[in-house]
């Protein structure tokens, strides 16, 4: 288990990161700028918090001014953005460059090893600059983890490949990592549809902090904040002017508007959050909660939704439609229509 | 024209190598240094490494005469425990050489260093290689074009030297004077015939040098 509580200023920015992750990806989710790779690098050893604790399985390897292991002592696997794989040496010899001590021909049975598990037995001669961008990331991952790491660190393991290879990369990289890994992996990333598919749990991070964390289900559907809200794409969040427990449901007002919610477990309400697709867009008035009159301001066309910023008294209000040909006989800018909240979509924030 | 005295061709050709060599050992230490330090002495050494560059030849061998000369306390000390005089001889010439071309290696491959990914040093370091094995095998290599073009600066800038070599080591015949100074030597005593063909000798064989150096740069493996 990876414990880590550091903090570290940089120029203006403060990073005070505090979570544990167990055996398993954790998803780490955020903006630019939120001081994702500042986490990674002091976990490698390559930058020195200010102050804090880094502990893994028992070993500490920072403890403020006190301990501080060189990125050589930790057994950290860490795959760059650009896979820094070294242009002037081979795919094998890069793949053996953590070696060492032992034998010459328990090097090579390694090595071959790794080349099969990364199905590149034949390209072992050539140079990276000659590999695909999904070929230069397996060998940066075998070149990693053939020096059997104790934390393995991917920092946006896809950003440099082509859309349309991620996918079966993705795919291919979950099943390496299955296959021959069992301690904490920890992924940065900024696509929630990634991290949703990678990961079994994840953090989100802003401004150097941790916002949010858990169950990557809970999280990216239940943001508990505004900010959260930001980072796993909820796009209709509203202010909660007031609020209060009713029977069975919660009502909150919000600029006038009277929502009704389920009754849960809420402390504080300070945000109410909605999917953009979960919202309904009707010509007529439905007879469900939440129902409210509303004029279509703006239409934008994607490949595979459309996108309304619809006008609900004073709310602005997103809503994504799916059903193409539909939508687009349907509205036009201007158009009168009813936007209907469903109660069971609605997200309840405490910040 | 009788039989032409070589000497001078040898002398430089053995001066700006043994330079060059000790200019690699030296040099590259320092451009290390200046590439990782971020202090202020290592502004202040880069100014003062930059400076023979700026300054006349005459200037820099009239501070190396000073520094070193038999009355200076350097002077006297390697006379009296090495037996060794640095004024008016080859050794003074190497010296020379040294310090004027020096700056040529160290900006060369500091910038070259430079130029790595941090990336690249910061994935050795996490693969578990130490900051030495790192040096040669991943800084050397990735930063080998800039070092090539700083050896060919420096070895170029300690051939050519006229300037510090003739303060230092003086232009004794057969003993230290290279072949600039054995140029300008013959085209004072009015002997054209012997100026014209150490001129053609001195081309030829910067030329040959040259290109050989280029070779090697050729030789890096394409990245």
């Known amino acids: 288990m990876l414990d880590v509580n550091i903090k570290k200023s940089y120029n203006s920015f403060q990073l005070n990161i505090e979570f544990q992750a167990n055996p398993g990806i954790t998803g780490i989710l955020g903006p630019s700028g939120c001081g994702k790779s500042l986490t990674l690098q002091s976990l490698a050893g390559i930058m020195k918090p200010d102050k804090g604790k880094i502990t893994m399985n028992q070993q500490t390897w920072y403890d403020s001014g006190r301990t501080f292991w060189k990125p050589q002592q930790r057994k950290v696997g860490y795959l760059f953005q650009n896979y820094a794989l070294f242009p002037h040496l081979t795919v094998e010899q890069n793949i053996a460059y953590g070696l060492k001590g032992m034998l010459k021909h328990e090097k090579n049975q390694r090595v071959e090893k790794w080349l099969k598990t990364i199905q590149l037995e034949t390209y072992k001669d050539r140079h990276p600059s000659k590999l695909s961008g999904g070929q230069q990331q397996r060998v940066a991952l075998a070149r990693s983890m053939i020096t059997e790491p104790q934390l393995l660190l991917l920092d946006e393991p896809f950003s440099a490949l082509d859309q349309h290879i991620r996918h079966s990369l993705e795919e291919d990289l979950r099943r390496i990592i299955d296959e021959t890994f069992h301690g904490v992996v920890l992924l940065v990333t900024h696509n929630i549809e990634e991290a949703f598919r990678m990961c079994n749990s994840i953090m989100l991070l802003n401004e150097g902090e941790v916002i949010q964390k858990g169950d990557r289900r809970d999280v990216l559907k239940i943001p508990a904040s505004k900010k959260a809200a930001e980072i796993v794409g909820c796009e209709n969040v509203f202010k909660v002017s007031s609020w209060e427990k009713e029977g069975l449901s919660i009502k909150v007002n919000t600029h006038g508007h009277i929502f009704q919610l389920k009754k849960q477990k809420v402390e504080n309400l300070a945000h109410i959050g909605i999917r953009s697709d979960d919202v309904r867009i009707t010509t007529w008035k439905g007879t469900d909660d939440n129902c409210f009159p509303g004029e279509i301001l703006h239409i934008t066309e994607g490949v595979k939704s459309f996108k309304h910023t619809v006008r609900v008294g004073s709310l602005s209000v997103h809503i994504e439609e799916v059903n193409q040909e539909e939508a687009n006989l349907r509205w036009k800018v201007g158009d009168r229509c009813y936007v209907t909240f469903p109660q069971e979509k609605l997200i309840c924030m405490e910040k | ?223």
């Open chain 2, 1 to 223: 024209m009788g039989e032409i005295n070589l000497f001078p061709l040898f002398l430089s050709l053995r001066v700006s190598l043994t330079a060059t060599i000790l200019a690699i050992i030296i040099g590259l230490p320092i451009a290390y240094y200046l590439n990782r330090s971020k202090s202020r002495l290592s502004d202040i050494v880069d100014t003062i490494i930059t400076l023979p560059i700026v300054l006349p030849p005459t200037v820099l061998g009239y501070y190396l005469l000073v520094l070193l000369g038999r009355n200076s306390p350097i002077g006297r000390f390697l006379e009296e425990y090495f037996g060794m005089t640095i004024v008016f001889t080859p050794t003074g010439a190497v010296i020379a050489a040294l310090v004027v071309s020096i700056p040529f290696m160290i900006k060369s491959s500091k910038t070259a260093f430079a130029s790595i990914q941090p990336e690249f040093i910061h994935s050795a370091e996490i693969l578990g290689r130490t900051k030495l094995n790192i040096f040669f095998t991943i800084m050397m290599p990735l930063a080998w074009r800039g070092i090539v073009a700083g050896i060919t600066l420096t070895f170029a800038r300690a051939l050519g030297d006229f300037g510090a070599t003739l303060m230092i080591a003086g232009s004794i015949p057969n003993e230290t004077m290279t072949m600039p100074i054995a140029i300008y030597d013959a085209l004072l005593a009015g002997d054209r015939a012997l100026a014209n063909t150490l001129v053609l000798i001195m081309t030829f064989v910067s030329l040959t040098i040259l290109y050989f150096i280029n070779r090697l740069e050729k030789r890096v493996i394409q990245g």
